[in-house]
Nanobody, 128 residues
Framework: QVQLVESGGGLVQAGGSLRLSCAAS????????MGWFRQAPGKEREFVAA????????YYADSVKGRFTISRDNAKNTVYLQMNSLKPEDTAAYYC?????????????????????WGQGTQVTVSS
């Protein structure tokens, strides 16, 4: 069982930055791949970024590539999402998720049904 708690959301102007954190419970955090997803009102949940259990591989949605960076600190049981050059269209609730690591195609990490555990979400609002 893994429990996830996101933090770091807030209101920021376009062009600004935020760093989201996701703290995980349990001693097996290093065995889980981690992902960030987001959901805006009236829209489906969409993939943002993912990172392998060791941190050696990262994956990004095209819409955030070059602006967002996912990282993890296995000693702190925490995954981060650094968001720069924020745009109004980045406004959404952001969720972190965990999936047991395995041998998967890279596209698998972008599928929300690949993940077994989810946090409660943190709101990010970008004003124009």
């Amino acid at each position: 069982q893994v429990q996830l708690v996101e933090s770091g959301g807030g209101l920021v102007q376009a062009g600004g930055s935020l760093r989201l954190s996701c703290a995980a419970s349990g001693r097996t955090f290093s065995r889980y791949a981690m992902g960030w997803f987001r959901q805006a009102p009236g829209k489906e949940r969409e993939f943002v970024a993912a990172i392998s259990s060791s941190g050696g591989r990262t994956y990004y949605a095209d819409s955030v590539k070059g602006r967002f960076t996912i990282s993890r600190d296995n000693a702190k049981n925490t995954v981060y999402l650094q968001m720069n050059s924020l745009k109004p269209e980045d406004t959404a609730a952001y969720y972190c998720a965990a999936a047991p690591e395995g041998t998967y195609y890279s596209v698998t990490y972008s599928l929300h049904n690949h993940y077994d555990y989810w946090g409660q979400g943190t709101q990010v609002t970008v004003s124009s």
